[in-house]
């Protein structure tokens, strides 16, 4: 069995920019953190994933100063800040709500950091013309936030955080309040500007699409904890537990028990059936072991002939559901054995009519390195 | 419809006659020539320039005029810190308490809370041997004790509806607290504190009850004189004072309600 709580408790990384050792916060019997740690390098852009209430918001205050840890360290570029007050860290931070100051004039909401460092005013007037041309706000200066759009606003507020050059950034649910064709525009707009600046970016976010395709790493967070950590191929492709699995994208799993184990990886059989399914794995499983082996639904091939191939675990069954989405169908498939599996598929040949129907009898096929072995 | 839209501003108009054809009528009869309060004698304004030889009236304008503005204003930064304890210190010992009695004030009669600020104002003259004299202090005084619970109740509610993230957001860029104070949060409860501050003017301008207890002999306020003479009778002259009282009071009034109308757009 892996331990998940002291998995990442190990090995520090030498070229870690920031470094958050055992680092726990209590509200009264709460423990909304607990006793994360967590390397992260210079230019990194880092992604903290979970559902709401997992402790995510708490570990970002915590890394802003608006929380004080009840215990654990944090080091940013050599310097423990852990009892620095909010407004002499070197870490600035985007807020979910974007906090622009409802008074204060687009131009006096990203001087505010600099007026506050006792900046000379020739400098901030330039150092802001400068920002407001990398946000591509160059003509709303003089506006005050409550004429500006979401987008805007969030721009604003990035431009704001961003113009003490700070060495961390924080990004609390950054594309949370846009709209979705805004979101993937302004998501690549982030990654950009990351990739200018070469500032290292934190952020925070329930939305698994939004950490996937903006994160170089991802941290998946529950009750306080890291459950995972890696790049986001590590993460949809190997899941540690269900937990993850479930969390990152759609995946079917199926409960079964290991009855064989060889080389390549193990047998198993499926709960309340008799169909055996192979698949490779690493984990210290043994027979007689409870498993969940589990298979994202675009690594399942649907047909109406039967497949042949060496290594695949094949099974029949009749569409129930059908969703068509253009590029790709979602099918959802009753198996002869009573499982429901859900399965995606790109609908590369053009056609008005779908190949495969509703109550068409069809044949899944995987191959054995497509599935997962979840242990817990 | 059409019936029920005539009802409707039937009673609309009744209403607002029931509101304001006293004042009108007020207002009307301060032109009034004759002496008679009742009977129309032509148009004149010679209350006005007999109410501005009347020195008692005067003097009285003048001193309900000070301590309105004093104790407003006192009352606008005690009650403005109350509100910010109450809303920013977290959850502190007593603070239910502490809430409790702060507002007690909007809820005991006037009568109980004059009776009982004359109480302790003696008994501190006994013990101290301050206050020398019950005038224009201890009227102040007892104004910014009960003014105090509406400003705090006002500011309170704008602390609330407050973003909390905007004063961290200040701090994240490296306000001190007390700047980001100054910065942030006074500009954005300001409209909460100006029509603090206009109520709690008001109050104080308007109160007999209460000036009543505390005040001793030859410090009266306006409403204390009015309240005397009208024993007597009315004079045409006091329809002249309220009608005056009445324009500084819209003014007043009308120029708050554009400052927060401004100030609501922008912030909003």
Known sequence: ?376 | MKRQSTALLSMLCFGFAFLYIPIFLLIAYSFNDSRLISVWGGFSTRWYSALFANEQIIDAALLSLQVAVVSATVATIFGTLAGLALTRMGKFRGRLFFTGIVAAPLVMPEVITGLSLLLLFVSLQELIGWPATRGVTTITIAHITFSMAYVTVIVQSRMLSMDRSLEEAGMDLGGRPFQVFLDITLPIISPAMISGWLLAFTISLDDLVIASFVSGAGSNTLPMVIFSKVKLGVTPDINALATLIILAVSIGVAVAGWIMLRQNRSLS
């Open chain 1, 1 to 376: 069995m892996v331990d998940s709580k002291n998995n990442f408790a190990t090995t520090p990384d030498p070229q870690a920019f920031v470094q958050i050792q055992s680092l726990s916060k209590d509200f009264d019997e709460f423990k909304a953190v607990d006793q994360v740690n967590l390397d992260i390098r210079k230019g990194e852009l880092f992604a903290i994933l979970g559902g709401s209430g997992c402790g995510k918001s708490t570990l970002l205050r915590m890394l802003a100063g608006l929380e004080t840890p009840t215990s654990g360290r944090i080091i940013v570029d050599g310097d423990d800040i852990t009892d620095w007050p909010a407004y002499d860290r070197p870490i600035n931070m985007m807020f979910q709500s974007y906090a622009l100051f409802p008074h204060m004039t687009v131009e006096k909401n990203i001087a505010y950091g600099l007026r506050k460092q006792g900046i000379e005013r020739s400098e901030i007037d330039r150092r802001v013309q400068r920002m407001l041309e990398l946000v591509q706000l160059g003509g709303f200066a003089k506006r005050k936030p409550n004429r500006l759009s979401g987008g805007e606003k969030q721009r604003v507020a990035l431009a704001r955080a961003l113009i003490k050059n700070p060495k961390l950034l924080l990004l609390d649910e950054p594309l949370a309040a846009l709209d979705k064709k805004l979101r993937e525009q302004t998501q690549f707009e982030l990654m950009n500007l990351q990739d200018e600046l070469g500032i290292t970016f934190i952020v925070v976010t329930h939305d698994q699409e939004e950490a996937m395709t903006l994160a170089t790493r991802i941290a998946v967070m529950k009750e306080g904890q890291f459950v995972q950590t890696g790049t986001p191929a590590q993460i949809y492709e190997y899941p540690k537990n269900r937990f993850v699995a479930n969390f990152i994208g759609t995946i079917n799993i199926f409960d079964a028990t290991v009855v064989e184990l060889d080389d390549s990886g193990l047998t198993a059989k499926l709960d309340h059936s008799e169909i055996l399914m192979k698949a490779h794995t690493d984990s210290a499983a043994s027979t007689g072991d409870k498993v969940g082996i589990a298979v994202r639904p675009e690594k399942i091939s649907i047909s109406k002939q039967l497949p042949m191939g060496e290594n695949i675990t094949t099974a029949k069954g009749v569409v129930l559901d059908l969703a068509y989405y253009g590029n790709y169908s979602i099918y959802r498939v009753k198996t002869e054995s009573g499982l429901m599996v859900q399965v995606s598929a790109q609908n590369r040949q053009r056609s008005s009519e779908h190949v495969v129907e509703w109550d068409d009898e069809v044949y899944l096929s995987w191959e054995q390195g497509s599935s997962i072995v979840l242990l817990e």
